[in-house]
């Protein structure tokens, strides 16, 4: 069975959910797993992609956009369309690597802000996709960010929160119009 989810990688003047900005509670509400993968888990996934894909994202998690669901949609390369984007339900990291980066994210709910941030390069992490079926995937650099990122935020943990410079955080928030009150520091 091939994957079900089809999206023309394409900016939509209307995409069909709205992005919720760091500040929103739904942000940090932990999301359900997903008991069935069915039609209308697709059609999230899909209406997600869209979404990103219209924001110039390249991640989407389903609290983001109020949905409160572990599903995540990826895609490290949106401008080429023969690489599929990744949808990963009810992800679990099974094992991190060793080796610790410091490299600078942005998030679809922090619009213009970009930080510095460590997280290990390698991850492995088992999920379902989108016919229901368990799959395991190891990832390293920037996908292995991106999945880390947006599994962040299936637990209420957003990018700002593991931010380590407090003033340049205060600074870039401010910049942008965000408040320093909705960061939640995360102690690893």
Not at 82 to 109: T, V, Y
Not at 145 to 169: C, P, S, Y
């Amino acid at each position: 069975m091939t994957a079900q989810v089809i999206v023309e990688k394409k900016k939509l003047d209307n995409p069909p959910l709205e992005i919720h900005y760091l500040g929103d509670r739904v942000l940090r509400q932990p999301a359900k797993r997903v008991a069935k993968v069915d039609q209308s888990i697709r059609q999230l996934a899909h209406q997600m992609l869209q979404t990103m894909y219209s924001a110039d994202g390249i991640g989407l998690a389903a609290p983001q956009v109020g949905v409160n669901k572990q599903i995540i949609v990826i895609d490290c390369e949106p401008d080429n369309p023969e690489n599929p984007p990744l949808i990963l339900i009810n992800p679990a990291i099974k094992r991190f690597g060793q080796s610790i980066c410091d490299a600078q994210e942005g998030c679809l709910s922090v619009p213009g802000v970009y930080l510095d941030v460590k997280r290990p390069v390698e991850v492995e992490v088992a999920y379902k996709d989108e016919n229901g079926r368990p799959q395991r995937l190891k990832a390293d650099g920037l996908l292995s960010r991106a999945i880390q990122h947006e599994m962040d935020h299936l637990t209420g943990v957003m990018f700002v929160d593991r931010v380590e410079n407090g003033l340049v955080l205060a600074e870039e928030l401010q910049k942008y119009g965000f408040s320093t009150q909705a960061v939640k520091p995360f102690n690893s």
